[in-house]
């Protein structure tokens, strides 16, 4: 038995074809196709009727719910009753026919993960992309490439056993690459890629909106940190002070054009850079840590980032004060003290400020 999970959103004109092609594509192999729809308003629950008199087709509303493409296609596995389960998109991009080569691959190595890959030997894509989409998707792969180990990790055609998948409450997709997440919080025991030509849709409108594209950066970092833990944290804070240092530095400069010694511009900039850094931290770095009061938190986050601006702004001054070299290049002396206040600030943050331990 499969079961074949398509989620939709105002697809109905392309599910004739869908199941026809399913059905010729899987004769004699016993399977239903579920259509997760969500809130779709072009009659889609009245062709699926229609549908279900000739075809094992069946579909599941998520109506009432958020429009999410990532948690259509978990209530679509929860709702399976095989075991086995197919992922593909209605709008014929994915090809029907190399369902059986992917059950093929999946039955020699029962405990994989088979995607349906573009970008194998084999595989293609439509030529008709233009270079924005092209380039679009080329970064997006480049960016999960660390995550799997495959060609394609944005692929959303894709086969796996559902006990591979372990406790599915601990699943937190955002977006549209439920693929990807599946693949890095599973257990699989591999990753194989069978070719496929993917085809670009010939009917119906596309929904990748740029509030998709911010998702999955949002998505990306929850796959980061779940694998790589707190280097990854590491990292983010570090990227996150990094646009709390740009802040500084126009401060920096903005108070010195007002005429302020360059000590006390340096004291001034800290207050504006130290709460942007708090807020984007406590919704991004460590926002999937407890949260606790804001003003409390930010009290601490500050009282920590003084200790950290203490030791920030003695290497600036003894660096300028004592060394002809930064005394010339003061921005360089402002450089070095954020990076070593940096490290102090992470590990104050990690273990105190944004501590899961505490209440």
Known sequence: MLTIIVPTLNEAENLPELNARVSAALAG????????????????????????????????????????????????????TSSTVLVMDADLSHPPERIPAMLARLKETPGAFVIGSRYVEGGTFDREWSVWRFLNSTFATVLARPLVKCNDPMSGFFLFNRDRLGDRAKLRPIGYKIGLELMVRGNFDAIVEVPIEFADRARGESKMTLAQQFNYLRHLRRLYLRKFGGVAEFIHFGAVGASGFVIDVA???????FGAPHQVARAISFWPAVSWNWAINRRMTFGDRRKRPRAKQWFEFVGMSIVGFTINWGVYYFL??????????????????????????????????????RR
């Open 251 to 257: 401060v920096y400069y903005l108070v010195q054009g």
């Open 320 to 357: 300028t004060m004592r060394v002809a070299f930064f005394d010339h290049y003061r921005i360089l002396a402002l450089v070095s003290g954020v990076g070593v206040a940096s490290v102090f600030n992470f590990a104050a943050s990690t273990v105190f400020v944004y501590s899961d331990n």
């Open 29 to 80: 192999v016993d399977y239903e196709l579920v259509i997760v729809d969500d809130s779709s308003d072009d009659g889609t629950e009245d062709v699926v009727r229609s549908l279900s008199a000739q075809y094992p087709v069946r579909m599941i509303s998520r109506a009432g719910k958020p429009r999410d493409l990532s948690w259509s296609v978990i209530d679509g596995i929860e709702a399976a």
